[in-house]
Structure formats: structure tokens, C-alpha cells
């Protein structure tokens, strides 16, 4: 545990409600959580797992001729005569 000085003032009458307090601040400390560990980037846990021969918990979709060509229709989309009128 910490060193810590404690002082409690004005004098307290009875030596229990002092080990009382004591014992409560001790409890609280201890259970404090500690700083919580820098989330690490995606691509970063990935090639940890790779390099440890895991399989990702996750796969990707596969990449295939008709998801590029979907990807392509999208970005070339029109609203037509209707996109005029923004």
C-alpha cells in the first residue's frame, strides 16, 4: 500500500470511528482502478494475431469482381433530372 500521512482533525473522540475511517479510505484505495491500458489500433491486434498464427476472430469480406464493380456504380450514381433541384 501507499504511504500516505493522514490527519484528522478536530481531534476525534473515539479511537474506533478513527480505525473505521482508516479501514474505509484503505478499502477505497485498493479498489480504485488503475489507468486504464492505451487501446491498441486494429491493424496493430491483427498482426500481433498473425504473427501468433490466430485466425481472426473476424473475416473480411471477400473481394470479389462484383463488389468493385458495385463500389464503381456507386460512386458514378446520379440522382438524375431530380439532382437538379438541390
Known amino acids: 500500500m501507499r504511504s500516505m500521512r493522514i490527519e484528522i482533525t478536530p481531534d476525534p473522540l473515539d479511537e474506533d ?8 479510505i484503505a478499502l477505497y484505495t485498493e479498489a480504485a482502478p488503475g ?7 486494429v491493424w496493430r491486434t491483427a498482426a500481433v494475431l498473425a504473427a501468433q498464427g490466430i485466425a481472426p476472430a ?3 469480406p471477400p473481394a470479389t469482381w462484383a463488389a468493385a464493380e458495385r463500389i464503381g456504380r456507386a ?3 446520379s440522382g438524375g433530372a431530380l439532382d437538379l433541384f438541390d
Open 35 to 41: 489507468p486504464a491500458a492505451p487501446a491498441r489500433p
Open 58 to 60: 473476424r473475416a473480411a
Open 75 to 77: 460512386a458514378r450514381w
Open 17 to 24: 470511528v478513527v480505525a473505521a475511517a482508516l479501514a474505509a
